[in-house]
């Protein structure tokens, strides 16, 4: 008979946890594969990708990083809006998880953040103010090439259970496969141009959730969540309805 491990602080076992994700485990994999379609979002996939690894891998937030066609970092995606100021705060300082993963390749994780206070301060700093206690990143790669990081954020500090990290960058592995296949392509030039297009559709949204936050005295996140819902409700690109509110042609 099979030992169950038991979950620290619960009475679900780590096998137990694992069957019980493994439909949904099932159903983002096939999401990920989206990449392969004509009609391709690369915003609305790497934000999915974020909310995902939130649901799946049990941690408070998720952020990614990737390189333009400079080889520069860039915040494109985050599962929520202090999240995304944090993965900012990373490039304009020049520290933090993400970076570090990025450049060396290889994960980085830090399960108590005080630790850590000598080694990334503005970050630390700030990143316990908001509330986290630990972070972990995985690189976004293909074999020796490094597109990115994926950043896990945590309020409780500790390690990751189980197959936690494991599985995060395995989410992360088949998502950078999607993007570099998103065109059937071999060449990075393509990858950079794609990547390029989501950075300036990243500002249009941006500035649409401004619109819509003035407007309707939201908070970032919840205009995010209006911008999304209604492209989703009317069948357009977010980037495209992004475009559409800011110009004042959609008024949502």
């Known amino acids: ?13 780590c096998d137990e946890m ?16 989206d990449t392969l379609v004509d009609d391709f979002d690369l915003i609305g996939f790497l934000y999915r990708l974020t909310v995902r690894c939130v ?3 049990g941690v408070s937030a998720a952020g990614l990083l990737l390189a333009d066609q400079r080889g520069a970092l860039q915040a494109v995606a985050a599962s929520t809006e202090r999240t995304r ?14 970076p570090e993963c990025f450049h060396t390749g290889q994960p980085v994780a830090v399960p108590d953040l005080t630790t850590a206070a000598d080694r ?49 960058q395995a989410l992360a592995d088949v998502a950078t496969i999607g993007l570099l296949q998103a065109r059937a392509i071999n060449r990075r030039d393509t990858l950079t141009e794609q990547l390029q ?15 819509v936050a003035e407007r309707r005295h939201l908070d970032m996140d919840q205009s995010f969540t209006v911008l999304r819902d209604e492209a989703r409700n009317t069948n357009r690109r977010l980037s495209d309805l992004a475009r559409a509110v800011v110009d004042g042609s959609a008024t949502l």
């Open 197 to 211: 297009t989501a950075l300036n559709s990243r500002i249009l949204i941006e500035q649409a959730k401004g619109v």
């Open 120 to 168: 990334w301060p503005t970050f630390v700093a700030e990143a316990r103010q908001i509330g986290f206690a630990a972070v972990h990143a995985v690189p976004m790669r293909l074999r020796s090439e490094v597109i990115g990081a994926l950043s896990l954020f945590d309020t409780r500090p500790g390690a990751l259970q189980g197959d936690t990290i494991p599985l995060g």
């Open 85 to 98: 100021l944090l993965e900012l705060l990373q490039l304009q300082t020049d520290q933090g998880p993400c």
């Open 55 to 57: 649901d799946l891998l």
């Open 18 to 33: 694992s069957d019980m994700r493994e439909p949904q485990l099932a159903k983002v994999f096939v999401e990920l594969a």
């Open 1 to 13: 008979m099979r030992r169950r491990r038991r979950q620290p602080g619960s009475g679900i076992s």
